[in-house]
Nanobody, 122 residues
Framework: QVQLEESGGGSVQAGDSLKLSCTFSTRPFSRSVEAWFRQAPGKEREFVALVRWHGGSALYADSVKGRFTISKDNPSNILYLQMNNLQPEDTAVYYC???????????????WGQGTQVTVAS
C-alpha cells in the first residue's frame, strides 16, 4: 500500500507563494501519474495539476495555469507544487494523489494523501 504525505501548507496573504511537498512511501512505478487536487469548503474536490513520474508534459487546470508549477524529485520520491501569486480563491485543502491514468478525473486515482490546508487572505 502506497502512502502519501503532504506538507508545506499554511496561511499567507494574496500575492504570496507557497511550495507544497508530497512524499511517497515507495517509488511510483514507471508509468504512474501523480497529481494535485484541492477542495474548498462546500465544494467538490477539483483537479489542479498532474505529471507523469518518469517524464512527459504536465497538465494544469485553467484556474492555476501560469501561477502553479508541478515538479518532482525522482530519487527522493517527492512531488511538489509551487504556487505563486496566490489568491483568496486558492484557499482549500490540497491533496496529492497517485494513479495510472493521465487524467484530471479524481476517480481514476488510487492513492491519496491526508491533505494540507492552504489559506489565502485578501
Amino acid at each position: 500500500q502506497v502512502q502519501l504525505e503532504e506538507s508545506g501548507g499554511g496561511s499567507v496573504q494574496a500575492g504570496d507563494s507557497l511550495k507544497l511537498s508530497c512524499t511517497f512511501s515507495t517509488r511510483p512505478f514507471s508509468r504512474s501519474v501523480e497529481a494535485w487536487f484541492r477542495q474548498a469548503p462546500g465544494k467538490e474536490r477539483e483537479f489542479v495539476a498532474l505529471v507523469r513520474w518518469h517524464g512527459g508534459s504536465a497538465l494544469y487546470a485553467d484556474s492555476v495555469k501560469g501561477r502553479f508549477t508541478i515538479s518532482k524529485d525522482n530519487p527522493s520520491n517527492i512531488l511538489y507544487l509551487q504556487m505563486n501569486n496566490l489568491q483568496p480563491e486558492d484557499t482549500a485543502v490540497y491533496y496529492c494523489a497517485g494513479g495510472s491514468q493521465y487524467t484530471s478525473d479524481r476517480s481514476a486515482y488510487e492513492y491519496w494523501g491526508q491533505g494540507t490546508q492552504v489559506t489565502v487572505a485578501s
